[in-house]
């Protein structure tokens, strides 16, 4: 497939290298592709990019995970602290998350300014996770009104080749599903302190406060699929130059359940009808079932080790 | 499936709607649009010259500042700016005066996005469409209830935001404006969710959500065709 017979652009198309036309012409070389249902990278519009997990990624955290989309690199670790819970909510712990873009992650993002998608994608992140209910947070509760886990979990985009929302989700819900509560007991002033595991087991025994629950259950997870929508085409899990060429995104986030968490079209060129919602919705649903694979995978792979 | 709203309204009903327009004098457009107690004023500085870096010379760029009523702005705030931005870039012709920035001001997001709106075509920036938008709740029991006050949005299972262009009166015959049986009108601009829900329930939103934006548009088209002959009196 080469630019020669990309027609109505001109001779001096015809006689360009196939690279110089990608950078003078970038949409036409993709709609050039796009017209024979292919995509630059060799992937059909509907496919996304080979998507690994691992977990347990940092040693110190409590949790974490590392995935990858293509080459999007998301590197999540939980931090759990223990927490006075708000008077509204005595028997539920908080999740607070953080989502960071630093400078080595995009040749756009300059040190000492600020992305402007980082804090966009935290909200986004804290919406979903919240909304979908995956973590029941009265099961972060340690003792009703006087103590409850705050948990911490930083997103770290190290590597910004589109769908960041994507692998942002999927690194946080391989980190939780790695998590592993840290032990916890109460001392003599009544107060919770972390207690550090066997080696102490032969002095004052202690009772450990949350000694059969050290994982969370996880109920309906969320996973997601970005897609761009460009005159009738729908094109899964964008690349960073993708995104820039054609500006009109979707994310469609469904559950284990099929539920529909969220639907995020921020504006763009192009209008979304029923029938591409609906067409968004089943690759999503396709991709969901995909990423439920590769996770529990990683789990079992991590259960082996 | 009827729910009682706390203001007596039916599921269907919006609250009143009102929508001045002009009325910051140093501000090249502003508008005041309100649903009920829900109030916000946006203004239009612009276009001025030059862009800020990052952003593409040949095409017009736009700002949006939002201004909380109190404290600094956070996280929410950040992407309300980054959503309104987006959408209006999409209504808007940006390269009609490439290489400027319009600026736009805004002191709340459904009612937001007619604010901004409105304020635009105070200005004079010149618009491919209107865009209309509108909020849909969900409640518990699965019923569809239209522009939630702030109480009812947090007892609602699940709430979307959707924006939708308005029907647009022109040369063109309208045929060439359906996309695969759909008119225009009924394209998805931006959606925005809150909470979970299912597949068949955002579908019946959306079906909600276009009646409802078509009587906002006509209101819209109303309001702003009131304010033209004002105009040419003055300029008589």
Sequence with gaps: MGPRDGGGIGDLAGEMEVDAFRLLFPLRFYERHLLESIRPDARPLGTARDTSVALGAVGSADGSALAKIGHTTMLAAIKMEVMIPSSESPD????????????????????GRPAVAAPVISKQLSDVILSSQMINLKELSLITGKAAWMVYLDIYCLDADGSLFDAALLSAVAAFSNLCIPAVSVNEDGRVIASSGENREGKTMKELLNKEKRKLTLSCIPFSLTCILHKKYILADPTAEEESIMETLVTVVLDSSTRLISLYKPGGPFLAYTSVVQDCIALTSRRVKELQKIISEAISDMEAD | ??????????????????????????????????????????AVYGPKAGTKKNENPEKASIEVIWKPKTGQIGKAEKEYEMILRRTLQSICHLTINPNTTTSIILQLLPCAINAACAALVDAGIPLKHLAVSICCGLSENGSVILDPTKVEEQ????????????????????ESLRVEGEPMEHGIITSV????????????????????????????RRNFQSKVPDDSSKAA
């Design chain 2, 1 to 42: 499936m009827e729910v009682d709203r706390v203001d007596g309204r039916t599921p269907n009903q919006l609250r009143p709607l009102a929508c001045s327009r002009n009325l910051l004098n140093r501000a090249h457009g502003s508008a005041r649009w309100s649903q009920g107690d829900t109030i916000v004023l946006a």
């Design chain 2, 193 to 220: 969710t809150r909470g979970a829900m299912s597949v068949d329930d955002y579908l019946n939103c959306l079906d909600r959500g276009r009646s409802a934006s078509s009587k906002m548009s006509e209101f819209l």
């Design chain 1, 92 to 111: 539920e712990g908080c999740v607070a998350i953080e989502f960071h873009m630093p400078p080595i992650c995009s040749p756009l993002v300059r040190p």
């Design chain 2, 155 to 174: 007892n609602l299972q699940a709430f979307t935001y959707l924006v939708f262009p308005n029907s647009v009166h022109s040369v063109v015959p309208e």
